[in-house]
C-alpha cells in the first residue's frame, strides 16, 4: 500500500522524536494503520545538528510555509508553537493546498481555532491536535470519541506540569515559590521566561480546547478567569494539609442552564480524592458525563516521549482514513458559547489574612464576612506573637464570589490587615 | 443524510438503556457523527415490559439470530452476553449478511474472537467491542488508537466492580468475604451465582482483550493464570494495611523479550500508588507505553449508563464510517502469543500462617523460606496465646514463584501450620 508521506515542521525534542519515530517504526506501523508511514519533508531554524534520524531521502526546506506549499506530503505537521507567525501560515497553506494537518500547537487552536477548522472541514481534511492539551494523554480522543454519546457537564484538571511540579516540590521541600521556580528552571522544567505557565495561561489555552470539543462550542480563551501561582506561600500548602486538603492549578469549565463557565486558578483539594494525588509533571483530566459519570485520565503531561505518543496518535488516524470535526461538532455549525460570570460562582473559600496580633481583629474579620452573609467554618490563628504581623486563616462555607470581593475589599479598607489577603477557592469535585 | 439504521439484541439494563438513548437522542448526534442514529429492531426474551422506550417503528424479534439475518438495518449490537449460543450465532449471523457489530460480550470475544474478527475484516466490517472491558472507561480506543503508536510493555487493572466493591467493604466494614457477599448479592452488586466475578474469571476474560489489543496478539484466555478474592480475610486487609498496602484483584499483562505474562489475584498495591485509592464499583486500568509511560484510566465499570456510553461510542465510530482491526492489527495476521509460565515470575509476597503459639515455630517457617533462598523483609506475631491457634505473617523480598511454591508445600508438610497458608503478591508498580 502507499506510504503516507508525512512533512514536520519544527524539529525541537517533540518534532525531533516524532522524526525518530517515523524513520525507525513508520513501516511497522503499518500493521496498526494499513499503510506505512515515511518522513518525506523536515524544516527547523538550524540545519546543522544531528537530531538522531537519518536525513538521507528526507527533503529540508529553512522555510515552513514553503515545506507546507511544496514538499512532497500527504499530512503536514506542525510542531513550531507560536499563536501566529510561521506556525499559522504553514498551516494555512498546508491547508489551502488539500492536506491534512496534525499540530500541537495550544496558542494557535485557543486563537484560531475555528477559522482553520472551518477551511480544514471545507476541504474535508482533518485537523487534528491530540498534543495540544495534557501531553500523551489521549483525552481529546476520548472526549470526541470515547464519551461521544455523553452530554458532558464539567471537565477539569491539572494542565501545566511546571506549575504541578512546583507545588509539588514546594509541599515536599517547604521552599518558597520563588526558590523552587529558580530550581526548575535550572532543570529545564520551566521556561526561561516562565510567565505563561506560572500566570495559568498555557492551562487556559488547553481548558478553551477542553471545553470546546467537551461541549461542543467555539474555544472561548477570553472568557476563561485566570490566576496563576505566584502568591502561593508554603504556609498555604501547609494549612491546607492541615484542613485537609492539597493545593493545585486547575483548569475547571462547566455547562449548565445558563451557558458555559471556564476558570484557571489554584484550588484546594480534598485528599484522596483523584487529583489530589497526581505529583509532578503529571497532568489529569476529570470528565463528567451523564452516562459515564466521573471518568479520570492521567498521565505525563508534557516531554519528548508523551507529546510524540500524542502526535502519532493523530498521524496514525490520518493513515486510517478516520476523520473527525477538530470539536466534535462540524465547525460551522458551531458558535461561541454563552459564557457564565465568575462572579455568580458559589464555592468555599481558603483565606489567609496577614494581620497584627491584638484583641478584636478577629472580630473586624468576621464581620466583614458577615456584612456579606459569609459564614466560617473554621480558623486557625497558630502563632502568638503580640503587636506582630501573624497569619490568620479561614475556611469559609460556600458563598458566592461578588460577594467574597466585597468582603475582602471590606477587609482591606479597614486597615486590619498588612497586606492583600490570600484566596484559594477550595474544589469539593 | 441518510440515518444509521440499528438492531439489538438483548435488551437487559445496558439493552434497554442503549434503546432509550437512540430513540431520544439518536437524531441530535448527528452532530457529533455526520449522520442519524435510528433504532429500527429489537430482540428479547420477553415481549411485554415497559423499557421505557417507544416501540413505534421499531420490529419485534423473538429470536435474535433471526434479527441479524432479516431485520432491516445496518449495524448489529448484541448485547445478551454468553459465551456461545445465541450471541454467538447472531454475531455471525449479522457478519455473513455484511452487517458491522457492536458487543459488549467479553466471554464470546475472549474465546472466538479471532475467528469473528477474521469473518468481520475478510467483509470489510467492523467488530468493536469498547463495553466488553471497564464499563464507560474508553480503555480499548485509548490502546488501540490513542496510545497506537506506543510499544505496550504491561497493561493492568482492577477490572471486576463486583471484587472491588466486596473488597472496599471488607475493609471500611472488617466484616468478612461471606457477609459481605451476601449483601452485594441483595444488593444486586453481585449475582445469584457470583463465582464468575469472585473466582477471577470476569476479570481473566478482560484481560485476555486488553492484552490483545495492547499486544497485537490473539486473547489467550487459556493461558491466563487466575485466582480469585475468596480466601482474603479481613485479617489479611488490616495485616496488609499495617505493612502499607491495600489488597485488590488485579488482572495484569506483561510482555518481554521472552513472550505475554499474563496473571489474575488478589495483590497488595501500596498507598499512594495509582491502583491503591480505587474504590467501590470504579474500574482502573494503568498501561505502560515506550512513549507515553504510564497512563491511567479510570471510571465505572459497571451499571447500565456507563456500559452504554460505551456502547454508543462504538456505534458513533461505525456511523463516522472509522472501521479498525478488532484487535488493533489485522486478524489474519495476529496469532497465539508465547506464555510466559507464572512459576519463573519474580516478586515479594505477603504469607499469613495459622500456628499454635509455642517456641520454635518461626524457625520452622523461616528455614523453610531460607532453603529456597527466600528471605523475609518483615515479619508480624502480634497476638500471644500460647499454646493456641495465632496469625504470623511475613512480608518476603522478592523471590521466584516457583520457589514460593516449593517452600509453603515444605511448610505445609511440617505440620506447623494449621491451614492451608495465605499468599498474596505485591505489586509495586
Redesign the interface.
Given at each position: 500500500m502507499k506510504p503516507l508521506r508525512v512533512g514536520i515542521a519544527g524539529l525541537g525534542t517533540v518534532g525531533a522524536?516524532v522524526a525518530r519515530?517515523l524513520s525507525q517504526?513508520g513501516f511497522a506501523?503499518a500493521?496498526?494503520?494499513g499503510r506505512p508511514l515515511q518522513l518525506n519533508a523536515v524544516s527547523a531554524r538550524s540545519r546543522g545538528r544531528d537530531r538522531g534520524f537519518p536525513m538521507e531521502g528526507v527533503a529540508w526546506f529553512d522555510n515552513p510555509v514553503a515545506l507546507a506549499s511544496s514538499a512532497d506530503i500527504d499530512l503536514f505537521v506542525e510542531l513550531m508553537g507560536g499563536e501566529g507567525g510561521p506556525a499559522k501560515a504553514s498551516v494555512e497553506a498546508a491547508i489551502a493546498r488539500g492536506l491534512p494537518v496534525v499540530t500541537a500547537n495550544k496558542a494557535l487552536l485557543a486563537h484560531h481555532g475555528v477559522a482553520l477548522a472551518k477551511a480544514a472541514e471545507a476541504r474535508g481534511l482533518a485537523l487534528n491536535f491530540?498534543a495540544a492539551v495534557a501531553g500523551?494523554?489521549?483525552i481529546i480522543?476520548?472526549l470526541r470519541?470515547?464519551?461521544?454519546?455523553?452530554r458532558i457537564s464539567r471537565v477539569y484538571g491539572i494542565l501545566n506540569g511546571t506549575c504541578n511540579y512546583i507545588l509539588t516540590t514546594m509541599e515536599a521541600t517547604g521552599r518558597s515559590f520563588g526558590d523552587v521556580l529558580a530550581e526548575a528552571q535550572k532543570l529545564g522544567y520551566a521556561e526561561a521566561d516562565p510567565t505563561f505557565d506560572i500566570g495559568g495561561m498555557d492551562t487556559a489555552h488547553k481548558l478553551s480546547l477542553l471545553a470546546a470539543v467537551a461541549f461542543?462550542h467555539a474555544p472561548a480563551l477570553d472568557g476563561i478567569h485566570v490566576e496563576g501561582i505566584e502568591r502561593i506561600t508554603p504556609e498555604d500548602i501547609a494549612f491546607a494539609d492541615e484542613f485537609g486538603f492539597r493545593i493545585k492549578l486547575l483548569g475547571i469549565a462547566t455547562r449548565d442552564g445558563r451557558g458555559i463557565s471556564q476558570r484557571v486558578h489554584p484550588a484546594m483539594v480534598p485528599h484522596?480524592t483523584?487529583l489530589a494525588?497526581v505529583d509532578g509533571v503529571f497532568n489529569a483530566v476529570v470528565a463528567e458525563?451523564?452516562?459515564?459519570?466521573?471518568?479520570?485520565?492521567?498521565?505525563?503531561g508534557a516531554g519528548a516521549?508523551?507529546t510524540?505518543?500524542?502526535v502519532?496518535?493523530d498521524?496514525?488516524?490520518i493513515a486510517?482514513g478516520?476523520r473527525?470535526p477538530a470539536f466534535?461538532?462540524?465547525a460551522a455549525?458551531i458558535s461561541r458559547p454563552e459564557i457564565v460570570p465568575l462572579a455568580s460562582h458559589v464555592g468555599a473559600c481558603y483565606l489567609r489574612f496577614t494581620v497584627i496580633d491584638r484583641p478584636g481583629v478577629i472580630a473586624v474579620l468576621s464581620r466583614c464576612l458577615a456584612d456579606q452573609s459569609i459564614s466560617i467554618e473554621s480558623m486557625l490563628q497558630r502563632s502568638r506573637s503580640p503587636g506582630e504581623a501573624v497569619p490568620v486563616v479561614m475556611i469559609t462555607h460556600e458563598a458566592r464570589e461578588d460577594a467574597m470581593v466585597k468582603a475582602l475589599a471590606a477587609i482591606v479598607s479597614t486597615g486590619t490587615v498588612m497586606e492583600q489577603p490570600c484566596m484559594v477557592r477550595i474544589e469539593r469535585f
Open positions: 522524536s519515530i517504526s506501523l500493521s496498526r494503520c491530540e500523551g494523554i489521549p480522543k476520548a470519541e470515547g464519551l461521544g454519546a455523553n461542543g484522596g483523584p494525588d458525563g451523564d452516562l459515564v459519570g466521573k471518568s479520570v485520565y492521567e498521565g505525563r516521549g508523551p510524540a505518543s500524542a502519532m496518535a498521524i496514525l488516524d486510517r478516520v473527525l466534535g461538532a462540524p455549525t
